[in-house]
């Protein structure tokens, strides 16, 4: 373990904000995100509040209706791409 270095927090942000947050940017709304992932609006809801779980699943299929990498959903606010690369 000795190779590896911890990722850096940059930004205090919850997994739940993170997908609130990509999806107002892209002007889409719970029902529209709901569309396009199979996702129940209800579940979208609860995921942005932090009530339920993101999940590995949701995360790739949310990453995916708000074009980003699924790393940025789960590690919300974290500089893991530069760590990962040393």
């Not at 002007?27 to 199979?38: A, F, H, I, R, Y």
């Not at 809801?45 to 074009?67: F, P």
Request: hydrophobic fraction near 40%; charged fraction near 30%.
């Amino acid at each position: 373990m000795k190779d590896y270095r911890k990722a850096k927090k940059l930004v205090d942000v919850s997994v739940g904000e993170s997908v609130r947050i990509l999806r107002e940017l892209q002007e889409m709304s719970k029902n529209e995100l709901s569309e396009l992932t199979g996702i129940p609006q209800s579940t979208i809801s609860a995921i942005e509040n932090d009530r339920v779980n993101l999940g590995v699943e949701r995360a790739k299929i949310l990453a995916r209706a708000l074009r980003c990498h699924p790393d940025v959903l789960v590690f919300p606010g974290w500089d893991v791409h530069q760590e990962s690369a040393a």
